[in-house]
């Protein structure tokens, strides 16, 4: 079976000349081909990972990640490019996220590449079973090195991050008053000698306005307040 790989190039220029059948990228760099079926090693030679056996390579797949051994075969789709990563190692690890089988180049994975390539909503957390539901931060990473399989789960999320005169604040996900988003932006708040004009952007559905004494509103990730105070006399 003839490889038919091609040099990298964009994506673009790939589409607009109409040229090779098949797409696929290796970290991020596209590569293309005539053949609908190549192996781990073939994969490996396109992205110029040489040594091949030096490399673990993952496929994601359906938001999940299988690795891929050197005469494994991989079926591509004209019309989906596939999505492979290459890690610079000699080992697999292995763990769950909601109950599907994941594979691994690493000894540890970010909860942002774990969110990208699972396709996870910013509205649903990552929890990690073996240790009493605690909650992975979106800046933290799983360990994966650890004895026996990492069981990783999503949920609704309890809190969301907000952002409070320019400042990322960490709130509950509820409806919140006006004053309770006053008192974020200036802690024990003076109602009766100052006024607190607030406006919100990003909100849920995209609502973007002003919240005023009495009312309340539902807060999502990325929602912008800007409080600011004037004193009333």
Request: charged letters at 30%; a negative charge; aromatic letters at 8%.
């Amino acid at each position: 079976m003839g490889l038919g790989i091609k040099s990298p190039r964009t994506w673009s220029t790939a589409v607009a000349n109409g040229r090779d059948k098949y797409k696929f990228t290796v970290d991020g760099a596209p590569f293309g081909t005539d053949d609908k079926i190549l192996d781990g090693s073939q994969v490996r030679e396109a992205a110029d990972k040489a040594p091949a056996s030096d490399f673990v390579l993952i496929q994601i797949v359906s938001g999940s990640a299988r690795s891929v051994g050197l005469q494994d075969e991989v079926t591509l789709d004209a019309k989906h490019p596939a999505t492979f990563l290459s890690f610079d190692s000699d080992r697999v690890f292995n763990f769950t996220l909601d109950e599907r089988g994941w594979e691994w180049g690493a000894a540890t994975i970010s909860a942002a590449d774990l969110r990208l390539h699972a396709q996870i909503d910013a509205d649903r957390e990552l929890v990690l079973d073996s240790d009493a539901d605690t909650v992975i931060a979106p800046d933290g990473q799983i360990d994966l090195e650890g004895k026996g399989v990492e069981r990783v789960r999503t949920r609704e999320a309890k809190t969301v991050t907000i952002k409070v005169n320019g400042r990322p604040r960490v709130v509950d996900k509820r409806r919140h008053t006006y004053r309770e988003i006053a008192a974020i932006a200036y802690p024990n708040p003076d109602f009766e000698n100052f006024n607190y004009t607030t406006t919100y952007l990003h909100g849920v559905d995209g609502a973007e306005g002003d919240l005023v004494e009495g009312e309340s509103i539902a807060v999502k990730n990325g929602m912008v307040f800007n409080v600011r105070r004037s004193d009333k006399s």
